[in-house]
């Protein structure tokens, strides 16, 4: 049976926030699982560009207030030709989105997608919801902030996958503090590397919530939530 699971994630800011996606998170994520792949922008880095595609072919992006147009083809080929590794244009570069938000349409839900930073205020859930109206979706995944979040407002979903590195974000007001469970992967500013996955059948969507955790011995563990939403029927006139 094929797999109708859908990765969302975003804000992975590599390199310049984060080295890499944490190694247990790449060791759950392997090919042949998902479906379909919703990055809600700051992906950043060629590497993981490749990563993600590898993945699943069918990778949805949306942009980032930090994506940024990296050398085309042309250009990174004649520059790889005079360098000793004689890297691939595709491994040098990916191609920057443009849209800032999209909308897929899995069993009978509508889920919308955006980075969130045109969103204001950042993150308010009123701006959110009439974001999701606008948008003519069950389903809002945003990002921008760096935090898990997932709740259900006025029959609607709303889903912040936070940042799948545990990069920090400029809008953390506890920035520079401890995480009060030891914090995530970067401990010292309290940040937690997590992504979600969506198990959606019919009217149903099942979220699969993977956060890493650190503990005071420095001991990494994956740990897994699990949330569901129904999509209320339409009212008969």
Sequence with gaps: MASRLVLVLGDLFIPDRAIDIPAKFKKLLTPGKIAQILCLGNLTSPSAYQFLKHLAPDLQLVKGDFDIPHPNPSQTQQTSQQTPQN???AEASFPIPTA???VVTHGSLRI???HGDSILPPGDPDALLIAARQMDVDVLC???TCRF???????KFFINPGSATGAVSWLDETLGEEGEDGGGE?????????????????DVL??????LRVDGEGKETVGVEKVS????AAAVA
């Design 142 to 144: 945003w990002g921008g």
């Design 206 to 211: 099942v979220l699969y919530v993977y956060q």
């Design 149 to 155: 979040e997932a709740y259900e407002m006025e029959g």
């Design 229 to 232: 939403f129904r999509k209320e």
């Design 87 to 89: 890297a691939t244009a």
């Design 186 to 202: 970067a401990g010292d500013y309290g940040s937690v590397p997590s992504f979600v996955l969506m198990d959606v059948q019919g």
């Design 112 to 114: 919308g997608f955006t």
């Design 100 to 102: 800032l938000s999209k």
